[in-house]
């Protein structure tokens, strides 16, 4: 089977699964920076069932070139591993199977990444900003999708159970904004995503 044809089972079987895989305009806008930036080392937070990151392979650049991809969920790694086998990846993506709020603490790989691409708990946005800081290199791009939670980032009344990742993603937007050494702007397709280029630290 072409790979294209495999890639887009992959896309299929996680929508009718409800798996949250990222929009297909938000993705476009992805891949158009990774075309520009052609990074070395990307670090996705937030795997599934590696729908992105088997999309974002294609873009990298050099023979050493990597994606380490984070996801807690015992199914969903499993899953993802398959759906990398199947694609002959293996080389390429690294799936590490851990919460990543642990993870990333231990993480000791400073200043290295070309690319953070932020997917996962939106109640963790910020503990995440904090370490892909660290982690990305000078130059290097923080991407956070669904910053806008459905519109509920910018809505005046939200119901009680999603007001505090709410709150939390307003902050991060704040953050990014007011935080010197990052320049940043919120694209307001799909789910919302911000994107922060690290200008010094
Ligand atoms: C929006 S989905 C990721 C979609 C994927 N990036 C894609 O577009 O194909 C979010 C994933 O993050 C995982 N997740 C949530 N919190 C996490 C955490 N603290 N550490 C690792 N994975 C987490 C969830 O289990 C879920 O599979």
């Known amino acids: 089977m072409l790979e294209q044809e495999i890639i887009r089972m992959i896309k299929e079987e996680a929508l009718e699964n409800h798996v949250p895989i990222i929009q297909d305009e938000s993705l476009e806008l992805l891949l158009t920076i ?6 070395n080392k990307i670090l996705e937070i937030g795997t599934a069932v590696g729908y992105s990151a088997i999309c974002f392979s294609k873009y990298l650049s050099g023979k050493e070139a990597k994606i380490k991809t984070i996801e ?7 899953k993802a591993i398959q759906n990398i086998q199947k ?6 993506i690294e799936v590490i199977h851990d ?7 231990g993480l ?21 900003l904090k370490e892909a800081i660290r982690l990305a290199k000078v130059g290097g791009i ?3 999708d669904n910053v806008l939670f ?7 009344y939200n119901e009680h159970k999603h ?15 007011e935080d010197e050494r990052l320049h940043s702007t919120l694209v307001k397709i799909g789910d919302g995503i911000a994107i922060s280029i690290v200008q010094n630290k």
């Open 150 to 156: 459905k519109g509920r980032v910018l809505s005046d």
């Open 142 to 144: 923080i991407i956070a």
């Open 72 to 78: 807690k969920n015992e199914e969903m790694y499993q």
């Open 163 to 177: 007001r505090t990742a709410t709150n939390r993603l307003r902050t991060y937007l704040k953050m990014i904004e």
């Open 99 to 105: 919460d990543a709020t642990v993870y990333l603490e």
């Open 87 to 92: 694609l002959h990846l293996e080389d390429k």
């Open 34 to 39: 990774l075309d520009i930036a052609k990074p």
């Open 108 to 128: 000791k790989e400073d200043n290295t990444y070309d690319v953070i691409f932020i997917d996962a708990a939106k109640g963790q946005y910020l503990k995440f």
